[in-house]
């Protein structure tokens, strides 16, 4: 199915200075002293677009007056381009500022039109910008529906029937021209159709004739797809001193946004990001704030990311106000295919383990997160040392593992951070009560570059029926008198 989707984002120039997620405030934007895009307030403080920068100045003295920037305006354009190619890779900047995204081989991935549409204009909240969103068969036939307020029509039939009814100025082409044709009585779409085309075009040129052409389908249209870099940073300008950190987070949504595009339109999942809070400039310049995230399992879900950066800004604290945001992409891998599997995993799949512990490092913090990780060492007090779960765990040396010929003896649940020697009774090791040795005996030696350990490992039984771990210790005399017991472990 031939589908396209058009975004028309009217309020841009107003947007790039205050963003839809930011306080409303009495912002005016002026282009040669006239106004082009006031906030809410403003307007319902009776300022209107044309007016002079002395009438404006006379209704809101306190408001803030801001000039025209088409270069933040580009920036923002290709900010929500960036984002939105998590739908398609084929969208194309235009004229006026909008967008047109080719989403016919999208549908079924995404849930049909209608689902489509409802995710698009999710993406445009979180971005902070407002828009006017056409869907039509044809690329310009949605741009003329997203310019005159939106709507949809799926197919030609309807299309055409919603286009004819358009006035033509919608049609930057006709504009010069509008004199001319509301004289002729040409006031729609439709009667501009029925106007003879050689005169038409005599009078308006070819390009009038060729946006028709496209609108209805009779010509084969043909757009410069945008191409994502090969490296991600994206950066925000806030446009307030923040100081608690829980106002970034709609900045951070919208780098997110950014991101998830960039991941997608690469087919990329991410392993580490790095957001940068930057404080003031100039002379009471800062280092800026740096907090990274190192996933255990590769990712470009950006909820995941959202949440996961929500828990480290929420145990940040500002040293100083914050004015700008970056978001980095340093390390990132091929993204890998979806499991294959047929039925769920009980207790959940090996990406749910991995992104509860990357909640609970983001929430406690990586030194508090530990994992165990096997050493090559003999010696059971050294086999094994707590480290973050976000350091990568080798092998063990294969020096270190027990021969094939000689079976391996269970270890203890719980080990003792120091043995406990025990008294003997009835010429047994005591420990509550006198210990049965129930298993045959594991010597160990080992450690002779630190200090060497010569033991032999026992299984034991008590009263209880409780099982612990004990450990002779062979002296170096080799008298068995001199022998003494000692509790390492007990067994669960």
């Not at 989707?5 to 107003?14: E, G, K």
């Not at 307020?149 to 009814?165: E, F, H, N, P, T």
Request: charged share 20%; with cysteine; proline share 8%.
């Amino acid at each position: 199915m031939r589908l396209w989707i058009a975004l028309h984002l009217p309020r841009l120039p107003l947007e790039v200075f205050c963003p839809r997620w930011s306080a409303d405030q009495c912002t005016v934007v002026l282009e040669q002293e006239r106004v082009v895009a006031m906030s809410a307030l403003a307007q319902q403080a009776g300022v209107q677009l044309g007016m002079r920068r002395g009438g404006a100045l006379m209704l809101l003295p306190h408001a803030q007056f801001q000039q025209r920037a088409p270069q933040l305006e580009l920036e923002a354009q290709q900010a929500v381009a960036l984002a939105l190619l998590q739908f398609t890779p084929q969208l194309a900047l235009v004229e006026e500022a909008s967008l047109l995204l080719d989403v016919g081989a999208s549908l079924r991935l995404f849930g049909g039109p209608l689902a489509l549409c409802r995710r698009v204009r999710s993406s445009l909240r979180a971005l902070g910008f407002s828009a006017t969103l056409g869907c039509a068969p044809t690329a310009r036939g949605a741009w003329l529906l997203a310019r005159s307020g939106g709507g949809r029509a799926l197919k030609m039939a309807s299309l055409l029937g919603r286009i004819d009814g358009l006035h033509v100025s919608v049609l930057p082409p006709a504009r010069p021209y509008l004199a001319w044709l509301e004289g002729i009585g040409c006031l729609t779409l439709g009667q501009l159709r029925q106007l003879p085309r050689p005169g038409l075009q005599r009078r308006c040129g070819r390009a009038l004739l060729d946006m028709l052409d496209d609108a209805a389908g009779m010509r084969p249209e043909l757009y410069q797809w945008l191409q994502p870099p090969a490296s991600f940073r994206a950066r925000i300008e806030l446009f307030d001193r923040v100081e608690q950190t829980s106002a970034l987070l709609f900045g951070v949504q919208r780098l997110l946004q950014q991101l998830t595009g960039w991941l997608t339109a690469h087919q990329f999942a991410v392993e580490r990001v790095r957001l940068l809070l930057e404080h003031e400039r100039g002379r009471q310049a800062g280092p800026p704030t740096v907090i990274e995230v190192v996933l255990a399992e590769p990712t470009w879900r950006d909820a995941h990311l959202l949440r996961l950066l929500k828990e480290r800004l929420g145990r940040q604290e500002l040293d100083a106000p914050v004015i700008g945001l970056c978001l980095e992409a340093p390390q990132v891998q091929p993204m890998a295919p979806p499991s294959e599997s047929l039925f769920p995993e009980p207790g959940g799949s090996k990406e749910d383990w991995q992104r509860l512990l990357e909640v609970l490092t983001a929430r406690l913090g990586a030194e508090n997160v530990l994992q165990a990780a096997p050493l090559a060492d003999y010696r059971p007090e050294h086999a094994n040392q707590w480290v973050s779960v976000q350091q990568k765990i080798r092998a063990p040396d294969a020096r270190a593992q027990l021969p094939p010929d000689v079976p391996a003896l269970p270890r203890p649940a719980w080990l003792l951070a120091q043995p406990i020697a025990l008294l003997m009774r009835e010429h047994r090791p005591y420990y509550g009560s006198p210990l049965k040795i129930i298993s045959a005996g594991e010597r160990i030696e080992a450690g002779w570059w630190q200090s060497l350990q010569t033991r032999d490992y026992f299984m034991a039984e008590g009263a209880d029926h409780a099982h612990y771990w004990l450990y002779r210790e062979r002296p170096s005399g080799g008298d068995p008198a001199q022998a003494r017991w000692y509790l390492h472990g007990f067994f669960a």
